[in-house]
């Protein structure tokens, strides 16, 4: 059966993302170039130009890519208590299955402190992150099952900052994290500071 333009276009897209997560793995993002993904894909660097024009376009997809749907099975969920404790959770039991685009996303953000052309991208990942989240505590203050005195914008910074950090402390030494463990306890923890 012949694929149409579009399945072959999703397919190169998705081999060349794959190529770049690993890149970035192995090598860092500094060393990330069109031809070496093109090459790495099995196509020609004019493929990855054609797809991305140039190495930011590229980082950027990837980077959108990559976090995308980390924690699967929220879309359904209404805002609130329930969503952000399952995300905690779902985000925590994903670290344990670390696969390349995880740990390219991580690697990205690490770097974006120091890459200038990182961090705009990165920020705004970020921020929508925490705007998720705020929309969680904020239903979750309007019907009851979050604390009224929280504040919905500083849990999510401190949700994210906590996530992010024991994210990368998988990645440096994965054998000194016990993402299992830490689901419970940290999921618990939230549920205590935040419930009335």
């Known amino acids: 059966m012949r694929r149409t333009q579009q399945e072959r276009r999703d397919q190169a897209e998705a081999a060349l993302l794959t190529a770049a997560a690993e890149l970035v793995v192995e090598q860092g993002v500094r060393s990330l170039t069109l031809a070496r993904v093109g090459e790495r894909a099995g196509y020609s660097r004019g493929i990855v130009t054609h797809h991305f024009g140039g190495k930011q376009a590229l980082v950027e997809r990837l980077a959108r890519a990559t976090q995308a749907g ?18 905690i959770d779902g985000y925590l039991g994903e670290l344990g299955r670390t696969g390349v685009f995880n740990q390219a996303f991580l690697l990205l953000w690490a770097e974006s402190a120091t890459q200038p052309e990182l961090a705009p991208i990165f920020r705004e990942r970020d921020a929508a992150f925490r705007a998720d989240l705020r929309e969680d505590v904020e239903a979750g203050i309007a019907d009851g099952s979050i604390e009224a005195s929280v504040a919905p914008g500083e849990v999510a910074t401190a949700v994210v900052g906590q996530l992010r950090g024991i994210a990368l402390q998988r990645l440096l030494d994965p054998g000194s994290v016990d993402t299992e463990a830490l689901r419970r306890s940290v999921t618990g923890q939230w549920r205590r500071a935040l419930t009335p």
């Open 70 to 87: 980390f924690v699967p099975g929220l879309e359904d969920r209404p805002p609130g208590l329930d969503r952000l404790l399952r995300l």
